[in-house]
Nanobody, 124 residues
Framework: QVQLVESGGGLVQAGGSLRLSCAAS????????MGWFRQAPGKEREFVAA????????GYSDSVKGRFTISRDNAKNTVYLQMNSLKPDDTAVYYC?????????????????WGQGTQVTVSS
């Protein structure tokens, strides 16, 4: 079993920045692709960003591209999401996820493990 724990969420003014972290347990972190998803009230969980097992490949949804950056530190078993120029529409619970196949993907079913989520609220 792999456990993922997100942190770094909070309340921020529009235009501000937050950095989310996701700490993973277990020995296989470096073999996983990692993703960030978000879910607003009444909405489906949607893809935000993903990073491959080595960190060399990344992918972003169109809504966050140019504003958010995903990165990973395999030595620390941690993945990050740097969020800049935040908008009220970014308000959601943010979840990190791990995919055992190691490839960048935006498909929820291709991730095997999920964190409990951290709330991000952006005020106008």
């Amino acid at each position: 079993q792999v456990q993922l724990v997100e942190s770094g969420g909070g309340l921020v003014q529009a235009g501000g920045s937050l950095r989310l972290s996701c700490a993973a347990s277990g020995r296989s972190f470096s073999t996983y692709a990692m993703g960030w998803f978000r879910q607003a009230p009444g909405k489906e969980r949607e893809f935000v960003a993903a990073i491959g097992m080595s960190g060399g490949s990344t992918g972003y949804s169109d809504s966050v591209k140019g504003r958010f950056t995903i990165s990973r530190d395999n030595a620390k078993n941690t993945v990050y999401l740097q969020m800049n120029s935040l908008k009220p529409d970014d308000t959601a619970v943010y979840y990190c996820a791990a995919g055992s196949r190691g490839r960048v993907t935006s498909t929820r079913s291709q991730y095997d493990y999920w964190g409990q989520g951290t709330q991000v609220t952006v005020s106008s």
